[in-house]
């Protein structure tokens, strides 16, 4: 069972960053491919980026591509979305998820086996 804390959300303005960070406890968590997804209110949830588990590559939606950047350190089992220019679009709960295949993570709907409780991030106009 591999279980995901996300963190670092907050209030910023638009134009701000903010750095999101998905930590896991299990060791093996380096194994895994990881996404980031989004959800506001009334909304369906929305793919972000994903990340495969040696980092060989990388995806990112239309929508926050040259804005937001997916890495991630299996040293410190965490994955990292650094978020810069955020509009008050953005404004969303962003939920990390893993998954040993990254086919289930960027498939639509994506169904990875395992995902985090959320943080909160919110852009002001």
Same mark, same amino acid.
């Given at each position: 069972q591999v279980q995901l804390v996300e963190s670092?959300?907050? =209030?910023?303005?638009?134009?701000?960053? =903010?750095?999101?960070?998905?930590?896991?406890?299990?060791?093996?968590?380096?194994?895994?491919?990881?996404?980031?997804?989004?959800?506001?209110?009334?909304?369906?949830r929305e793919?972000?980026?994903?990340?495969?588990w040696s980092s060989s590559s990388t995806y990112h939606a239309d929508s926050v591509k040259g804005r937001f950047t997916i890495s991630r350190d299996n040293d410190k089992n965490t994955v990292y979305l650094q978020m810069n220019s955020l509009k008050p679009e953005d404004t969303a709960g962003y939920y990390c998820a893993a998954d040993l295949s990254i086919v289930k993570i960027r498939q639509t709907p994506s169904k990875p086996?395992?995902?985090?409780?959320?943080?909160?991030?919110?852009?002001?106009s």
């Open positions: 670092g959300g907050g =209030l910023v303005q638009a134009g701000g960053s =903010l750095r999101l960070s998905c930590a896991a406890s299990d060791r093996t968590f380096s194994r895994y491919s990881v996404g980031w997804f989004r959800q506001a209110p009334g909304k369906e793919f972000v980026a994903a990340i495969t086996d395992y995902w985090g409780q959320g943080t909160q991030v919110t852009v002001s």
